[in-house]
């Protein structure tokens, strides 16, 4: 390990690539030569204007986006955005289909119903405890939006393929697994992801959002809730988070310019996935939760024979600096989340602990 660092496998906020952590260290105290931190800079400043624009023209790159996407920073996590697209998006009869495949899939779902909304859920997997992503759905002719989760943190299913909607703009919760891999953008009219998981630290909430889905969204909203006021003013509207953005925009640049962009980032996340699964497949004491064909790569996660051995097991890999690799509250079990961030290394280390253990308690 670097500096005495743990090998991070927390869900979120997560690990960060050690890099962009000594990079914002260095320039703390003095970003830029401008004898101010970056937490102290106005968001006025030619400075900050720097920061955002460079996150922004980093993403489009990274994406392949052109003028139809806005890329937006805003408050409130991923959570706010759950009533704030059908707020914007759906007004009258207008009705949106839903794909629930867990927790937040859950929580967006609920947010439509609360204010009324027409949604229609064509697809849930929580026939089989969500641990598989439903296949060959029926979408609604005229939805005005497709919603769903691509990747699922608690129960460890991803998205392999995007549905075929005949062209009905997808909205994606991307929160765990956005800039893991390249994307059929055309298939997406937003894309939205806190950042605490995969892209930075908590706090910052990045927005894709195509320009022809917002000329359609409700102009008569409180202005925090338009996302037109975000657009408008290049997401500084008030203060944004800037700290955050800042460390978005060092992530960006680390996916870019070290790891060589997203085509090399996604097969350096199957490489590191593949020695998890490959070991729990070839084992007769551990067991993935999530089907095969929708195990993601991003949150690993499995049972042990017995919760006094996971315990047990969290335990001991704690002692060996191998942390968060409890289970959410919510389901139990082990997790091992492995987002961009997390370095071959560690996953090596888990895999040898993984077999020692079982070795030890058989």
Known sequence: MTDHRIHNFNAGPAVLPLSVLKEIQASFLNFNNSGMSITEISHRSSYFDNVINDAVERAKRLLGLDDQYHVLFLQGGASLQFAMIPMNFLSGDQSADYVNTGTWSTKAIKEAKIQKKKHV???????????????????SKDAKYVHITSNNTIKGTQYADFPDTGGIPIIADMSSDFFSRPLPMEKFGMIYAGAQKNLGPSGTCMVILRKDLLETANADLPSMLKYSTFAEKNSMYNTPPCFGIYTIDLVL??????MGGLEKMEAYNQEKAGLLYDLIEAS???????EKGSRSLMNVTFRLPSEELEQKFIKEAAAKGLGG???H?????CRASIYNASPMESIKALVEFMDVFQKEAK
């Open 253 to 258: 640049k680390w996916i870019e310019e070290e």
């Open 325 to 327: 690799l409890k289970g």
């Open 284 to 290: 007769s004491f551990y067991r993935a939760t999530a």
């Open 121 to 139: 859920v064509v697809a849930s997997s929580e026939d089989k405890d969500f641990s598989y992503i439903p296949k060959n759905i029926t979408f």
């Open 329 to 333: 509250r919510s389901v139990g079990g």
